[in-house]
Protein backbone atom coordinates (compact mmCIF):
# COMPACT_ATOMS: atom_id res chain seq x y z
CA UNK A 1 0.00 0.00 0.00
CA UNK A 2 1.52 3.71 -0.80
CA UNK A 3 2.18 6.03 1.59
CA UNK A 4 -0.73 8.54 0.28
CA UNK A 5 -3.26 5.74 0.33
CA UNK A 6 -1.88 5.06 4.18
CA UNK A 7 -1.96 8.68 4.68
CA UNK A 8 -6.16 9.01 3.07
CA UNK A 9 -6.99 6.58 5.97
CA UNK A 10 -5.03 7.60 8.59
CA UNK A 11 -6.92 10.98 7.87
CA UNK A 12 -10.27 9.50 8.17
CA UNK A 13 -9.41 7.20 10.93
CA UNK A 14 -8.31 10.47 12.95
CA UNK A 15 -11.88 12.50 11.76
CA UNK A 16 -13.72 9.40 12.95
CA UNK A 17 -12.20 9.08 16.18
CA UNK A 18 -12.33 12.71 17.22
CA UNK A 19 -15.82 12.84 15.86
CA UNK A 20 -16.74 10.32 18.56
CA UNK A 21 -15.45 13.07 21.39
CA UNK A 22 -12.73 11.07 21.82
CA UNK A 23 -10.11 13.89 24.02
CA UNK A 24 -7.88 15.03 21.33
CA UNK A 25 -4.34 14.04 23.00
CA UNK A 26 -6.26 10.45 23.44
CA UNK A 27 -7.57 9.65 20.32
CA UNK A 28 -4.00 11.07 18.72
CA UNK A 29 -2.37 8.09 20.47
CA UNK A 30 -4.77 5.63 19.21
CA UNK A 31 -4.41 6.51 15.45
CA UNK A 32 -0.48 6.87 16.12
CA UNK A 33 -0.21 3.39 18.42
CA UNK A 34 -2.88 1.25 16.26
CA UNK A 35 -1.32 2.03 12.76
CA UNK A 36 2.31 1.62 13.76
CA UNK A 37 1.32 -1.65 15.22
CA UNK A 38 -0.51 -3.04 11.80
CA UNK A 39 1.79 -1.84 9.16
CA UNK A 40 5.38 -1.71 11.35
CA UNK A 41 4.52 -4.86 13.69
CA UNK A 42 3.81 -4.53 17.58
CA UNK A 43 8.13 -4.37 18.06
CA UNK A 44 7.60 -0.69 16.76
CA UNK A 45 5.61 -0.10 20.23
CA UNK A 46 8.78 -0.85 21.72
CA UNK A 47 9.74 3.54 21.35
CA UNK A 48 6.30 4.86 22.31
CA UNK A 49 7.08 5.98 25.71
CA UNK A 50 10.61 7.39 24.91
CA UNK A 51 8.82 9.51 22.31
CA UNK A 52 5.86 10.16 24.34
CA UNK A 53 7.83 11.89 26.59
CA UNK A 54 10.53 13.72 23.94
CA UNK A 55 7.38 15.07 22.48
CA UNK A 56 7.14 17.29 26.01
CA UNK A 57 10.93 17.74 26.40
CA UNK A 58 11.49 21.54 26.20
CA UNK A 59 12.39 23.56 28.24
CA UNK A 60 10.79 25.84 25.81
CA UNK A 61 7.71 24.33 26.59
CA UNK A 62 7.98 26.00 30.62
CA UNK A 63 6.24 28.99 28.72
CA UNK A 64 3.21 28.08 28.25
CA UNK A 65 2.20 26.80 32.12
CA UNK A 66 3.39 30.36 33.12
CA UNK A 67 1.61 32.31 30.48
CA UNK A 68 -1.59 30.51 31.36
CA UNK A 69 -1.08 31.13 35.06
CA UNK A 70 -0.60 34.91 33.95
CA UNK A 71 -3.77 34.93 32.26
CA UNK A 72 -5.24 33.05 34.68
CA UNK A 73 -4.47 35.62 37.46
CA UNK A 74 -5.90 38.11 35.27
CA UNK A 75 -9.27 36.60 34.15
CA UNK A 76 -9.79 36.06 38.26
CA UNK A 77 -9.55 39.65 38.90
CA UNK A 78 -11.69 42.64 37.96
CA UNK A 79 -8.82 43.69 35.43
CA UNK A 80 -11.14 42.87 32.41
CA UNK A 81 -13.63 45.36 34.19
CA UNK A 82 -11.10 48.05 34.77
CA UNK A 83 -10.11 47.43 31.32
CA UNK A 84 -12.95 48.33 29.90
CA UNK A 85 -14.61 50.68 32.18
CA UNK A 86 -11.04 52.60 31.81
CA UNK A 87 -11.44 52.67 28.07
CA UNK A 88 -15.01 53.26 27.56
CA UNK A 89 -14.32 56.29 29.99
CA UNK A 90 -11.71 57.85 27.69
CA UNK A 91 -13.45 56.90 24.48
CA UNK A 92 -16.99 57.72 25.21
CA UNK A 93 -17.08 61.17 23.35
CA UNK A 94 -15.74 59.62 20.38
CA UNK A 95 -18.32 58.82 17.35
CA UNK A 96 -18.64 55.40 18.23
CA UNK A 97 -16.17 54.99 21.35
CA UNK A 98 -18.50 51.78 22.96
CA UNK A 99 -17.33 49.97 19.94
CA UNK A 100 -13.50 50.57 19.97
CA UNK A 101 -13.96 50.25 23.93
CA UNK A 102 -15.02 47.23 23.27
CA UNK A 103 -12.84 45.82 20.76
CA UNK A 104 -10.01 47.58 21.99
CA UNK A 105 -10.70 46.14 25.47
CA UNK A 106 -11.02 42.61 23.68
CA UNK A 107 -7.26 43.44 22.42
CA UNK A 108 -5.65 44.49 25.12
CA UNK A 109 -7.50 41.10 27.55
CA UNK A 110 -6.84 38.96 25.09
CA UNK A 111 -3.12 39.80 25.36
CA UNK A 112 -3.07 40.18 28.95
CA UNK A 113 -5.03 36.40 29.14
CA UNK A 114 -4.28 34.46 26.13
CA UNK A 115 -7.31 32.85 26.39
CA UNK A 116 -10.22 33.97 23.89
CA UNK A 117 -13.11 32.33 26.12
CA UNK A 118 -11.65 34.28 29.19
CA UNK A 119 -11.94 37.72 27.31
CA UNK A 120 -15.26 36.73 25.59
CA UNK A 121 -16.52 35.90 29.08
CA UNK A 122 -14.83 39.08 30.91
CA UNK A 123 -15.71 41.95 28.28
CA UNK A 124 -18.66 40.60 27.10
CA UNK A 125 -20.69 40.78 30.47
CA UNK A 126 -19.70 44.19 31.00
CA UNK A 127 -19.63 45.66 27.08
CA UNK A 128 -22.87 43.41 25.52
CA UNK A 129 -25.42 44.63 27.78
CA UNK A 130 -23.68 48.62 27.28
CA UNK A 131 -24.14 47.87 23.46
CA UNK A 132 -27.62 46.67 23.82
CA UNK A 133 -28.95 49.65 26.26
CA UNK A 134 -26.76 52.26 23.83
CA UNK A 135 -29.20 51.07 21.46
CA UNK A 136 -26.61 48.43 19.17
CA UNK A 137 -27.76 45.57 16.69
CA UNK A 138 -27.93 42.15 19.18
CA UNK A 139 -25.75 40.91 16.51
CA UNK A 140 -23.25 43.50 16.19
CA UNK A 141 -22.94 43.58 19.97
CA UNK A 142 -22.34 39.23 20.22
CA UNK A 143 -20.46 39.27 17.00
CA UNK A 144 -17.99 41.97 17.72
CA UNK A 145 -17.36 40.54 21.30
CA UNK A 146 -16.88 37.29 19.86
CA UNK A 147 -14.27 38.54 17.00
CA UNK A 148 -12.39 40.44 19.60
CA UNK A 149 -12.38 37.49 22.10
CA UNK A 150 -10.17 35.94 18.71
CA UNK A 151 -7.13 38.54 19.08
CA UNK A 152 -5.28 36.98 21.73
CA UNK A 153 -4.36 33.69 19.90
CA UNK A 154 -2.42 36.64 17.38
CA UNK A 155 -1.73 39.43 19.48
CA UNK A 156 1.75 38.70 21.83
CA UNK A 157 2.22 36.82 24.47
CA UNK A 158 0.12 34.04 22.49
CA UNK A 159 0.15 30.47 23.86
CA UNK A 160 -0.96 29.45 20.30
CA UNK A 161 2.33 31.15 18.75
CA UNK A 162 4.44 29.11 21.07
CA UNK A 163 3.23 26.16 20.21
CA UNK A 164 3.15 26.58 16.83
CA UNK A 165 7.35 27.72 17.39
CA UNK A 166 7.95 24.58 19.37
CA UNK A 167 5.83 22.48 16.51
CA UNK A 168 8.14 23.86 13.63
CA UNK A 169 10.98 24.73 15.68
CA UNK A 170 10.86 28.32 14.54
CA UNK A 171 11.87 31.31 17.04
CA UNK A 172 8.94 32.34 19.30
CA UNK A 173 10.78 35.56 19.49
CA UNK A 174 9.90 36.67 16.11
CA UNK A 175 6.54 34.57 16.14
CA UNK A 176 5.36 37.19 18.71
CA UNK A 177 7.25 40.05 16.73
CA UNK A 178 5.35 39.11 13.59
CA UNK A 179 2.32 38.88 15.12
CA UNK A 180 2.14 42.29 16.79
CA UNK A 181 1.54 44.31 13.66
CA UNK A 182 -1.16 42.15 11.47
CA UNK A 183 -2.94 41.71 15.45
CA UNK A 184 -3.07 45.83 15.24
CA UNK A 185 -4.25 45.31 11.58
CA UNK A 186 -6.82 43.07 12.38
CA UNK A 187 -8.37 44.98 15.60
CA UNK A 188 -8.37 48.43 13.00
CA UNK A 189 -10.83 46.45 10.53
CA UNK A 190 -13.32 44.72 13.46
CA UNK A 191 -13.62 48.68 14.84
CA UNK A 192 -13.94 50.01 10.99
CA UNK A 193 -16.63 46.87 9.87
CA UNK A 194 -18.37 47.47 13.66
CA UNK A 195 -18.72 51.16 12.97
CA UNK A 196 -19.72 51.05 9.17
CA UNK A 197 -22.17 48.65 10.14
CA UNK A 198 -23.63 50.49 12.78
CA UNK A 199 -23.60 53.21 10.85
CA UNK A 200 -25.52 51.32 7.94
CA UNK A 201 -28.01 51.11 10.60
CA UNK A 202 -29.05 53.61 11.29
CA UNK A 203 -27.34 54.44 14.43
CA UNK A 204 -26.66 58.29 15.42
CA UNK A 205 -23.53 57.37 17.41
CA UNK A 206 -24.71 60.46 19.35
CA UNK A 207 -23.31 60.81 23.00
CA UNK A 208 -25.03 58.54 25.27
CA UNK A 209 -24.76 58.76 29.24
CA UNK A 210 -22.95 60.39 31.68
CA UNK A 211 -19.84 62.40 31.06
CA UNK A 212 -16.69 61.55 32.95
CA UNK A 213 -14.49 64.15 34.60
CA UNK A 214 -10.71 63.88 34.20
CA UNK A 215 -10.39 62.94 37.80
CA UNK A 216 -12.87 60.05 36.84
CA UNK A 217 -10.84 59.27 33.76
CA UNK A 218 -7.52 59.52 35.33
CA UNK A 219 -8.51 57.20 38.77
CA UNK A 220 -9.10 53.99 36.79
CA UNK A 221 -5.62 53.87 35.35
CA UNK A 222 -3.99 53.18 38.30
CA UNK A 223 -5.55 49.93 38.34
CA UNK A 224 -4.71 49.24 34.37
CA UNK A 225 -1.65 50.44 33.69
CA UNK A 226 -0.07 47.90 35.86
CA UNK A 227 -1.01 45.03 34.07
CA UNK A 228 -0.58 46.97 30.30
CA UNK A 229 3.33 47.16 32.11
CA UNK A 230 3.98 43.98 32.65
CA UNK A 231 2.43 43.08 28.75
CA UNK A 232 5.39 45.86 27.44
CA UNK A 233 7.58 44.31 30.02
CA UNK A 234 7.40 40.76 28.68
CA UNK A 235 7.61 41.95 25.10
CA UNK A 236 10.39 43.85 25.74
CA UNK A 237 13.25 41.80 27.13
CA UNK A 238 11.96 38.92 24.51
CA UNK A 239 12.30 41.38 21.60
CA UNK A 240 15.83 42.61 23.02
CA UNK A 241 17.60 39.25 23.94
CA UNK A 242 17.43 39.69 27.26
CA UNK A 243 15.63 36.77 28.27
CA UNK A 244 13.87 33.54 26.57
CA UNK A 245 10.00 33.26 26.54
CA UNK A 246 10.83 30.94 29.34
CA UNK A 247 12.07 32.90 31.49
CA UNK A 248 9.27 36.07 30.25
CA UNK A 249 6.86 33.92 31.08
CA UNK A 250 8.19 33.03 34.56
CA UNK A 251 8.47 36.39 35.73
CA UNK A 252 5.87 37.77 34.17
CA UNK A 253 3.83 35.26 35.73
CA UNK A 254 4.90 36.47 39.02
CA UNK A 255 4.67 40.06 38.95
CA UNK A 256 1.26 39.18 37.80
CA UNK A 257 -0.16 37.49 40.88
CA UNK A 258 1.31 39.84 42.61
CA UNK A 259 -0.39 42.67 40.89
CA UNK A 260 -3.90 40.88 41.38
CA UNK A 261 -2.86 40.41 45.17
CA UNK A 262 -1.86 43.96 45.73
CA UNK A 263 -4.48 45.46 43.05
CA UNK A 264 -7.42 43.66 43.74
CA UNK A 265 -6.75 41.71 46.75
CA UNK A 266 -7.00 38.13 45.88
CA UNK A 267 -4.02 36.77 48.01
CA UNK A 268 -6.11 34.20 50.21
CA UNK A 269 -4.83 30.72 49.66
CA UNK A 270 -8.42 29.29 48.13
CA UNK A 271 -8.29 31.97 45.39
CA UNK A 272 -4.79 31.20 44.94
CA UNK A 273 -5.00 27.52 44.48
CA UNK A 274 -8.18 28.44 42.01
CA UNK A 275 -5.48 30.05 40.07
CA UNK A 276 -2.69 27.58 40.34
CA UNK A 277 -4.97 24.38 39.63
CA UNK A 278 -7.12 25.55 37.01
CA UNK A 279 -3.74 26.69 35.46
CA UNK A 280 -2.76 23.17 35.68
CA UNK A 281 -5.37 21.23 34.11
CA UNK A 282 -5.18 23.51 31.24
CA UNK A 283 -1.35 23.08 31.04
CA UNK A 284 -1.67 19.54 31.27
CA UNK A 285 -4.05 19.49 28.34
CA UNK A 286 -2.03 21.22 26.05
CA UNK A 287 1.13 19.17 27.05
CA UNK A 288 -0.94 15.78 26.62
CA UNK A 289 -1.54 17.14 23.12
CA UNK A 290 1.71 18.15 22.14
CA UNK A 291 3.07 14.76 23.62
CA UNK A 292 0.15 12.82 21.83
CA UNK A 293 1.21 14.82 18.63
CA UNK A 294 5.17 13.74 18.28
CA UNK A 295 4.03 10.40 18.63
CA UNK A 296 1.44 10.65 15.61
CA UNK A 297 4.28 12.86 13.64
CA UNK A 298 6.60 10.03 14.03
CA UNK A 299 4.18 7.65 13.12
CA UNK A 300 3.35 9.80 9.98
CA UNK A 301 6.87 9.76 9.06
CA UNK A 302 7.88 5.96 9.73
CA UNK A 303 4.75 5.24 7.84
CA UNK A 304 6.90 7.33 4.98
CA UNK A 305 3.68 9.93 4.98
CA UNK A 306 4.79 13.05 5.91
CA UNK A 307 7.56 12.54 2.71
CA UNK A 308 5.49 11.98 0.76
CA UNK A 309 1.94 14.38 1.11
CA UNK A 310 5.40 16.90 0.87
CA UNK A 311 6.55 15.73 -2.36
CA UNK A 312 3.25 15.42 -3.84
CA UNK A 313 2.43 19.04 -3.05
CA UNK A 314 5.67 20.27 -4.15
CA UNK A 315 5.60 18.40 -7.48
CA UNK A 316 2.22 20.31 -8.34
CA UNK A 317 2.59 22.38 -11.49
CA UNK A 318 0.80 24.89 -10.13
CA UNK A 319 1.28 28.74 -9.17
CA UNK A 320 2.42 28.99 -5.57
CA UNK A 321 -0.50 31.19 -4.63
CA UNK A 322 -2.83 28.66 -6.00
CA UNK A 323 -0.77 26.48 -3.24
CA UNK A 324 -1.17 29.00 -0.70
CA UNK A 325 -4.64 29.24 -1.32
CA UNK A 326 -5.59 25.33 -0.75
CA UNK A 327 -3.68 25.24 2.22
CA UNK A 328 -5.62 28.15 3.29
CA UNK A 329 -8.72 26.32 2.46
CA UNK A 330 -7.83 23.37 3.99
CA UNK A 331 -7.13 25.43 7.16
CA UNK A 332 -9.98 26.77 7.49
CA UNK A 333 -12.24 23.75 7.18
CA UNK A 334 -9.51 21.91 9.69
CA UNK A 335 -10.37 24.83 11.93
CA UNK A 336 -14.05 24.41 11.89
CA UNK A 337 -13.13 20.76 13.51
CA UNK A 338 -10.49 21.60 16.16
CA UNK A 339 -8.85 23.47 18.26
CA UNK A 340 -5.91 25.62 17.13
CA UNK A 341 -3.40 24.20 19.33
CA UNK A 342 -4.37 20.38 18.32
CA UNK A 343 -4.53 21.86 14.45
CA UNK A 344 -1.19 23.37 14.77
CA UNK A 345 0.73 20.32 16.16
CA UNK A 346 -0.91 17.84 13.65
CA UNK A 347 -0.27 20.04 10.51
CA UNK A 348 2.16 22.59 10.81
CA UNK A 349 5.87 20.40 10.89
CA UNK A 350 3.73 19.01 7.54
CA UNK A 351 3.11 21.95 5.85
CA UNK A 352 5.89 24.06 6.85
CA UNK A 353 8.73 22.34 4.89
CA UNK A 354 6.18 22.84 1.60
CA UNK A 355 6.11 26.62 2.39
CA UNK A 356 9.63 27.02 2.76
CA UNK A 357 10.00 25.02 -0.90
CA UNK A 358 7.76 27.29 -2.49
CA UNK A 359 9.21 30.34 -0.97
CA UNK A 360 7.09 31.84 1.21
CA UNK A 361 8.46 33.62 4.74
CA UNK A 362 7.90 31.01 7.50
CA UNK A 363 7.12 33.78 10.36
CA UNK A 364 4.67 35.26 7.66
CA UNK A 365 2.64 31.87 7.32
CA UNK A 366 2.71 31.27 10.71
CA UNK A 367 0.20 34.68 11.03
CA UNK A 368 -1.63 33.50 8.34
CA UNK A 369 -2.31 29.83 9.86
CA UNK A 370 -3.02 32.09 12.97
CA UNK A 371 -5.91 34.06 11.43
CA UNK A 372 -7.46 30.71 9.52
CA UNK A 373 -7.33 29.57 13.68
CA UNK A 374 -9.29 32.70 14.57
CA UNK A 375 -11.95 32.19 12.06
CA UNK A 376 -12.00 28.52 13.81
CA UNK A 377 -12.88 30.07 16.78
CA UNK A 378 -16.25 31.61 15.80
CA UNK A 379 -17.44 29.29 13.34
CA UNK A 380 -19.72 26.54 13.71
CA UNK A 381 -19.83 23.63 14.96
CA UNK A 382 -16.55 23.76 17.52
CA UNK A 383 -16.72 27.49 17.15
CA UNK A 384 -16.26 28.10 21.11
CA UNK A 385 -16.71 31.36 21.24
CA UNK A 386 -19.94 31.54 19.97
CA UNK A 387 -21.46 29.45 22.83
CA UNK A 388 -19.36 31.66 25.85
CA UNK A 389 -21.23 34.71 24.23
CA UNK A 390 -24.64 32.45 23.85
CA UNK A 391 -23.76 31.97 27.98
CA UNK A 392 -23.30 34.96 28.63
CA UNK A 393 -26.18 36.31 26.48
CA UNK A 394 -29.11 33.75 26.77
CA UNK A 395 -31.50 35.73 25.32
CA UNK A 396 -29.50 36.15 22.42
CA UNK A 397 -29.83 33.18 19.91
CA UNK A 398 -26.72 31.37 18.98
CA UNK A 399 -28.04 32.10 15.03
CA UNK A 400 -28.23 36.07 15.97
CA UNK A 401 -24.35 35.63 17.19
CA UNK A 402 -22.98 33.44 14.47
CA UNK A 403 -25.00 36.10 11.82
CA UNK A 404 -22.94 38.96 13.82
CA UNK A 405 -20.18 37.07 14.01
CA UNK A 406 -20.03 36.68 9.67
CA UNK A 407 -18.51 39.78 8.69
CA UNK A 408 -15.48 39.86 11.15
CA UNK A 409 -14.69 36.18 9.79
CA UNK A 410 -14.67 38.45 6.10
CA UNK A 411 -12.52 40.65 8.04
CA UNK A 412 -9.92 37.80 8.92
CA UNK A 413 -10.49 36.87 5.25
CA UNK A 414 -9.46 40.23 4.21
CA UNK A 415 -6.56 40.48 6.83
CA UNK A 416 -5.43 36.98 4.95
CA UNK A 417 -5.09 39.32 1.83
CA UNK A 418 -3.84 41.90 2.54
CA UNK A 419 -1.05 40.15 4.69
CA UNK A 420 -0.30 38.73 1.07
CA UNK A 421 -0.17 41.72 -0.56
CA UNK A 422 1.77 43.50 1.73
CA UNK A 423 4.21 40.38 3.72
CA UNK A 424 6.16 43.11 5.12
CA UNK A 425 2.91 43.83 8.11
CA UNK A 426 4.78 40.85 9.73
CA UNK A 427 7.88 40.60 8.76
CA UNK A 428 9.35 44.02 9.02
CA UNK A 429 9.24 44.02 13.18
CA UNK A 430 11.14 40.74 13.27
CA UNK A 431 13.86 41.84 10.55
CA UNK A 432 14.63 44.99 11.76
CA UNK A 433 14.86 43.87 15.99
CA UNK A 434 16.62 40.58 15.32
CA UNK A 435 17.92 40.76 11.74
CA UNK A 436 17.30 38.00 8.94
CA UNK A 437 15.97 34.89 10.22
CA UNK A 438 18.05 31.96 8.99
CA UNK A 439 15.46 29.18 7.50
Known amino acids: MSPLIIGVFIALSTVIILACGIPIAFGLGLVAISFLAIFEGLDALNIMADIFFSGIAEFS ?3 IPMFIVMGAAVASSPAGKDLYEALDRWLHRLPGGLIM ?7 VFAALSGSS ?3 CAAIGKMGIPEMRKRGYPDGLAAGSIAAGG ?11 MIVYGIATETSIGRLFMAGLFPGVLLTGLFIAWSLFTAWRNGYSFSSTGKGFTLKEKLEVLPRVLPFLVIIVGVLFVLYGGVATPSEAAGVGAMFVLIMVAVIYKVWQPKKIWAIISGSMKESVMIMMIIAASALFAYMLSSLYVTQSVAEYIAALDVNRWVLMAIINVFLLVAGFFLPPVAVIVM ?3 ILL ?14 VIFTINMEIGLITPPVGLNLYVINGIAPDISLPTILK ?36
Open 347 to 349: TAP
Open 353 to 366: PIIEIVGFDPYWFA
Open 101 to 107: SNIGACA
Open 150 to 160: TLGILIPPSIT
Open 117 to 119: PAT
Open 404 to 439: GALPFMVCMVVAIIILCIFPEIATWLPTAMMGEAIH
Open 61 to 63: LVS
